[in-house]
């Protein structure tokens, strides 16, 4: 009974921790240990603070959150206003590196961005983020709220700068060297990286509460990334290169990050058809019609099912659409059943393995 007992826990210990690898470091905001111009700063995200010609600018700073701490980040003027070189910098942060880039002192050179992020193997369907948005021209001005993944390196040499040229400056994994789709380099990308997924979620609002914002996840293709990036944004970036649109004193509080994994079918095919009557909501019986329209032989069935299908709308205004994946058999297993008898059962769990839907489809022949 004690040997029982001993593997109980030990199974239980292990769900914990593979639950919890599976979400992002420091998701609460408590580890706060690094300075930066005497301000404590987070030790695994970074902020986009800027040191140029001996000078420090803050934008990342700890605050109090909803338990416990908090980010909080603002736009700012960055520069020597007397001498004519300031602009407004971004106020974000990361868990890649915010990078800045000024040649010698040419301002119009000026660019920007974020390299990186950190190792990562799985899959989630929802970014759930806690926020509070505040400032002066908050109807002015997006604040964004970004996840994205990706496997490969990305290699480019020069970035969109202030007055709309390009600058030479060499990076790794740059973000719009990966969301090439939604918010790519508008001077070329070298080498592209393969991208696997992204949820964005932008808006002008004012939040002084706390709000909870889910922002759905869409895939590209059926495979798993090595890395991702989370970008919290207080302004226009990244939806714009370097400067534009950045209004100072706009600030963004952020608290208790959660990735979401679901346990639902966005989209079924029967046989590679999709089935259009199929509701993801229901875990009662839903009947299949089989008809010469839908169904090429009726006797072998193959149900396969998708998540993260949708569409977003990149800086240019185009849509950008997002296919899906493919759910694998460690996620979803079916258990055939017999035309016009007893229902196809289709078991689908959550990645993270936190839940567990099951569907049932009667296949009728008529």
């Not at 800086?315 to 950008?320: L, R």
């Given at each position: 009974?004690?040997k029982?007992?001993?593997?109980?826990?030990?199974?239980?210990l292990?769900?914990?921790?593979?639950a919890?690898?599976?979400?992002?470091?420091?998701?609460?905001?408590e580890?706060w240990?690094?300075?930066?111009k005497?301000?404590?700063?987070?030790s695994?995200?970074h902020?986009?603070?800027?040191?140029?010609?001996?000078?420090?600018?803050?934008f990342?700073?700890?605050?109090?959150?909803?338990?416990?701490?908090?980010?909080?980040?603002?736009?700012?003027?960055v520069g020597?206003?007397?001498?004519?070189?300031?602009?407004?910098g971004?106020g974000?942060?990361?868990?890649g590196?915010?990078?800045?880039?000024?040649?010698?002192?040419?301002?119009?050179?000026?660019?920007?961005?974020?390299?990186?992020?950190?190792?990562?193997?799985y899959?989630?369907?929802?970014?759930?983020v806690w926020?509070?948005?505040v400032?002066?021209?908050t109807?002015d001005?997006?604040?964004?709220?970004?996840y994205?993944?990706?496997?490969?390196?990305?290699?480019?040499?020069?970035?969109?700068n202030?007055?709309?040229g390009?600058t030479?400056?060499?990076?790794?994994?740059?973000?719009?060297?990966?969301?090439?789709?939604?918010?790519?380099?508008?001077?070329g990308t070298?080498?592209?990286?393969?991208?696997?997924a992204?949820?964005?979620?932008?808006?002008?609002?004012?939040?002084?509460?706390?709000?909870q914002?889910?922002?759905?996840?869409?895939?590209?293709?059926?495979?798993?990334?090595?890395?991702?990036?989370?970008?919290?944004?207080?302004g226009?970036?990244?939806?714009?290169?370097?400067?534009d649109?950045l209004?100072?004193?706009?600030?963004?509080?952020?608290d208790?990050?959660?990735?979401?994994?679901?346990?639902?079918?966005?989209k079924?095919?029967?046989?590679?058809?999709e089935?259009?009557?199929?509701?993801?909501?229901?875990?009662?019986?839903?009947?299949?019609?089989?008809?010469?329209?839908?169904?090429?032989?009726?006797?072998?069935?193959?149900?396969a099912?998708?998540?993260g299908?949708g569409?977003?709308?990149n800086?240019?205004?185009?849509?950008?659409t997002?296919k899906?994946r493919?759910?694998d058999n460690?996620?979803?297993?079916?258990?055939?059943?017999?035309?016009?008898?007893?229902?196809?059962?289709?078991?689908?769990k959550?990645?993270?393995?936190?839940?567990?839907?099951?569907?049932?489809?009667?296949?009728?022949?008529?």
């Open positions: 009974m004690r029982i007992r001993i593997i109980a826990v030990f199974m239980l292990a769900c914990a921790l593979c919890s690898a599976q979400q992002l470091p420091d998701n609460h905001f580890n240990s690094d300075s930066f005497d301000e404590v700063q987070l695994e995200w902020g986009s603070n800027v040191a140029q010609a001996g000078v420090k600018f803050v990342m700073y700890r605050k109090e959150g909803r338990s416990g701490y908090c980010a909080y980040v603002t736009d700012r003027e020597i206003p007397k001498l004519g070189l300031s602009a407004t971004p974000y942060i990361s868990l590196k915010p990078w800045q880039y000024l040649k010698g002192l040419l301002l119009k050179t000026a660019t920007a961005g974020t390299e990186g992020g950190i190792a990562w193997n899959r989630p369907d929802t970014m759930s926020v509070k948005r400032g002066p021209a109807d001005e997006d604040f964004h709220l970004l994205y993944s990706w496997s490969g390196t990305a290699i480019s040499r020069q970035y969109k202030k007055v709309g390009c030479v400056t060499e990076r790794t994994n740059e973000e719009s060297d990966i969301r090439i789709a939604t918010d790519g380099n508008e001077c070298d080498q592209p990286a393969k991208q696997i992204e949820g964005w979620y932008r808006a002008r609002a004012k939040h002084y509460e706390w709000t914002i889910k922002v759905p996840i869409f895939y590209m293709n059926d495979a798993r990334p090595s890395m991702c990036n989370v970008i919290f944004s207080a226009n970036y990244p939806a714009f290169r370097a400067n649109g209004y100072d004193g706009n600030a963004l509080y952020v208790d990050v959660e990735m979401i994994y679901s346990s639902r079918i966005d079924l095919t029967v046989n590679g058809k089935w259009k009557g199929f509701n993801p909501d229901s875990e009662k019986e839903q009947v299949f019609k089989c008809t010469k329209d839908n169904v090429q032989s009726t006797k072998d069935f193959v149900l099912g998708y998540r299908i569409t977003l709308t800086i240019k205004g185009e849509k950008a997002f899906g493919k759910l460690k996620e979803m297993t079916v258990t055939p059943g017999e035309i016009n008898g007893k229902p196809w059962v289709i078991t689908v959550a990645e993270d393995g936190s839940s567990t839907h099951v569907y049932k489809v009667k296949i009728v022949n008529n």
